[in-house]
């Protein structure tokens, strides 16, 4: 049964394997040379190292040297998508289209176990595949994660546990999508889809809310430019929203902003100093980061959930042969 699921299968997992591959070794190769711009290594510049010169220089030829080569790995979050979407898609599509179920599910080797040994193999491919872009890409992103926190939108994505979950996903909704359309590009399309509307809502609507974010408040600091300092947790946190408050609480529209920033431009006053005289204060509501992981394994578990449901619509149309 392995030998026969290598044989129907080794296109596939030899393309991905080798572009898998070649990515690595690229990203090798980038990232050491940008690891080496922090002599000490990047988790020395972080927190309250990272505002020292040398890590300030540091961080600059980072991003002279690499920020493109980050602002293009920031769509690479597709990739996970691909290889589970790429695997699972002719997983049954293929012998429906070919005709040759008939002839598999008649041989010595229950339909069953068939179909059991083709789903353990094929997603214990997308999940090695998936787990070492996700391990070198991880490393390639150290520096940028020491600037920034992991909590950014081109990290979240692209680290930790979510990626082998969205991979997962896609080859569910692929093999589900294949055993109903009877099609592999279709099904690869549809696992493009799904996964595309799924992220979207997720991380707009449902990732914000995985536990009840926290609010700092502060007075506008008298002095300073007009645009004054706002009231930030730690780089590394997740700001939700930043805004300001009148004395009592109330958060201030943004025509009330610019409302009184007007007034303090009539006045000639220097807009921090109007706003500290009538007691506005600034805020900002946000995930701290050490609940980075917390998240990865909400998102995570959600993303894998849906992927065993659909898992067991397939097991089920197979077992009553309404394929």
């Known amino acids: 049964m392995t030998w026969l699921i290598w044989r129907q299968h ?41 505002v020292n010169q040398a890590c300030t220089a540091s961080f600059r030829r980072l991003d002279e040297g690499y920020g493109n080569v980050e602002n293009l790995l920031a769509a690479f979050y597709l990739v996970p998508v691909v290889i589970g979407a790429f695997l699972g898609a002719p997983l049954l599509a293929r012998e429906l289209e070919d005709g040759t179920w008939q002839l598999a599910w008649t041989q010595a080797v229950p339909r069953m176990r068939w179909l059991a040994a083709k789903l353990v193999a094929l997603a214990g491919v997308t999940v090695a595949l998936t787990g070492m872009f996700t391990a070198v ?11 920034e926190g992991r909590f950014q939108y081109d990290a ?28 592999s590009l279709p099904a690869f399309g549809v ?109 995570a578990a959600l993303f894998v959930a849906v992927a065993a449901v659909l898992i067991g619509v397939v097991v089920w149309r197979v077992r009553r042969r309404l394929i």
Do not use: K
């Not at 890409?137 to 994660?145: E, M, V």
């Not at 979510?162 to 009877?182: C, D, E, N, S």
């Open 10 to 50: 080794r296109t596939e997992v030899c393309v991905l394997g080798l572009l898998v591959g070649l990515f690595a070794i690229v990203l090798l190769v980038l990232g050491t040379q940008a690891h080496d711009l922090f002599p000490g290594g990047p988790a020395q510049c972080a927190r309250g190292a990272r």
């Open 191 to 299: 696992a493009l889809g799904a996964f595309l509307a799924a992220r979207m809502t997720v991380a707009l609507l449902a990732r914000p809310a995985y536990a009840t974010p926290l609010t700092t408040t502060a007075p506008v600091p008298v002095g300073g430019s007009d645009a004054g300092q706002r009231a930030a947790p730690d780089f590394a946190d997740w700001v939700v929203e930043r805004g300001y408050a009148d004395a009592t609480g109330r958060r201030l529209s943004s025509t009330e902003y610019h409302e009184l920033e007007d007034a303090a431009n009539q006045a000639g006053t220097n807009l921090n100093q109007f706003l500290h005289a009538r007691g506005i204060q600034q805020f900002g509501v946000y995930h701290p980061a050490d609940r980075f992981w917390t998240f990865q394994l909400i998102e």
């Open 137 to 147: 890409l991880t490393w390639f992103r150290q520096p940028f994660d020491a600037w």
């Open 156 to 183: 979240f994505d692209l680290e930790g546990l979510v990626p082998v979950a969205y991979a997962l996903f896609a080859f569910g909704v692929a093999t589900a999508a294949g055993a109903i359309l009877r099609r």
